[in-house]
């Protein structure tokens, strides 16, 4: 019987290990190994970040189960089977692959989908000082230090209710308590990066943080969010009139943008620009984008692009590889049509899982292999609330609240396609009536 082993339980490695089993079945040894026990909804950890209502749940327990889907759900009565460990190194010659547990697995195809990391670019103080925004800890930790500053923050009345002239900065906070609580008029949150996820996360923040003031009685408003971007205008792959549309939405949530001005350093309580400037914050989420694993690195046989992910061809088999293939952000593929490298988006990994599945059935009766023909051209800007803007097929936008329906309604098809309906049903209205509390 054929061993089909697959690295990453993700977007890319889940669809794939669900399509060979429907495929093959029991005529092979299909395994999934992950280091987790869940495969993690990346996709709504901002509404995790910005959770109201944490201090009900204190080991968020309703929260950890709306974006942490067990394997053991989504493969119940599937004949896959899963191991819950960490890979170690992975032997490409041998055909063998260690976990740290000390466990050799061997296969006869596998497929790679470990995904990737965030990457602090070699910014000093990112690693030391900064949230970073990829797990599951991350968003919790993020939540559990909003709730934390905003609690630090002073009784009604103390705080200045006037409108905040964005261009006068606050005091520095210092770090004694008492003269935090003194001085400080506000919660002072700085997103880096201006991608997709910096932009719903800078949205949600200002309608969590709102929430967290309300339920201390402050009055007036109690937080800057400022979001922060290198390039001179934010999403640089979007049309004017769509930037125009999420800066507007970005406005009236409070969000203060900033275009062109690239971090150079971050501390504890303040960043500096490469421009000179140097901003007190009391708080900064780095969202500037991801890496590849440290793990591809110690693979001699395998093809690297310059930026550390897999060199794969049309088929997405690895280059020089005959029997392994690889889906997801660990892949390095550029589109022929348009000469752009493939976004990092859980859709395409999705995509490219169907199409790992269906060459390895390729593979085992020696037909021909299919191609990988990337398509890219959607996506939904969540920005804060019932709000996004889609940008759909044929470049039609639908924004605001149906603009959300939208996004609802793709989590709920993605849902539907790993688990069975009821479950599927049910876990999106889990995740609707929580998230929806900070709107
Ligand atoms: C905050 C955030 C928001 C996002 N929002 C969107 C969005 O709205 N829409 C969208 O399309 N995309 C979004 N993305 C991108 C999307 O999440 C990724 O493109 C997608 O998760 C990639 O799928 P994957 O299968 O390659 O990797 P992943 O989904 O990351 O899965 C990789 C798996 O490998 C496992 N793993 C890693 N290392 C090891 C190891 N050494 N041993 C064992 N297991 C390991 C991990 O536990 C994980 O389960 C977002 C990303 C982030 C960070």
Avoid at 165 to 170: A, L
Avoid at 391 to 404: A, I, M, P
Wanted: aromatic letters at 8%; a positive charge.
């Amino acid at each position: 019987m054929h061993k089909i082993l697959i690295l990453g339980g993700g977007f890319g490695g889940i669809r794939c290990a669900l399509d060979l089993e429907k495929k093959i079945g029991s005529k092979a040894e299909i395994t999934l190994v992950d280091k987790n026990s869940y495969h993690l909804f990346v996709p709504a950890l901002y509404e995790v970040a910005s959770a109201y209502g944490l201090k009900q749940d204190p080991f968020a327990i309703r929260l950890k189960k709306t974006i942490c889907i067990p394997y053991s759900d989504i493969f119940s009565a599937k004949k896959i089977r899963f191991i819950q460990a960490e890979i170690f190194s992975i032997d490409v010659e041998n055909q063998k692959v260690a976990t740290r547990g000390g466990e050799i697995l061997d296969y006869d195809y596998m497929i790679i989908a470990l995904g990737s990391q965030s990457s602090d670019f070699g910014v000093p103080g990112v690693k030391e000082y900064a949230f970073s925004f990829k797990s599951l800890e991350n968003g919790l930790a993020l939540n559990q230090k909003i709730n934390e500053l905003v609690f630090a923050t002073q009784r009604e009345g103390d705080v200045k209710s006037e409108p905040i002239n964005p261009v006068v900065d606050f005091p520095t906070a210092t770090k004694s308590p008492k003269e935090f609580r003194k001085i400080h008029y506000g919660v002072k949150i700085a997103v880096i990066g201006a991608g997709f996820t910096g932009i719903e996360v800078a949205a949600e923040l200002t309608c969590c943080v709102k929430k967290f003031t309300q339920a201390r009685g402050i009055k007036g408003r109690c937080e800057r969010v400022l979001l922060i971007e290198a390039a001179p205008k934010i999403l640089p792959m979007i049309s004017d009139k769509e930037r125009i549309v999420i800066m507007e939405r970005l406005t009236r949530l409070g969000v203060e943008v900033t275009e062109g001005a690239a971090v150079e350093e971050v501390r504890s309580d303040y960043i500096k620009l490469k421009n000179g400037k140097t901003i007190d914050v009391d708080l900064v989420v780095w969202t500037t984008g991801v890496k590849p694993l440290d793990i591809l690195k110690n693979l001699p046989s395998m093809s690297l692009a310059g930026n550390g992910k897999i060199v794969v061809d049309d088929s997405l088999k690895v280059a020089g590889l005959s029997n392994v293939f690889a889906a997801g952000d660990n892949v390095e593929f550029q589109d022929q049509k348009t000469g752009r490298l493939v976004p990092a988006l859980a859709y395409v990994a999705v995509e490219q899982g169907k199409i790992a599945a269906k060459n390895i059935l390729r593979s085992l009766k020696s037909d021909k292999l299919v191609s990988y023909n990337p398509f890219f051209d959607v996506w939904i800007a969540p920005v804060g609330g019932k709000y996004a803007l889609a940008h759909l097929w044929g470049g039609v936008n639908v924004k605001g609240f149906w603009g959300w329906v939208i996004r609802e309604l793709v989590d709920l098809k993605y849902m539907l396609s790993i688990l069975p309906v009821k479950a599927a049903i049910a876990l999106m209205w889990q995740e609707i009536t929580l998230f929806i509390k900070n709107d």
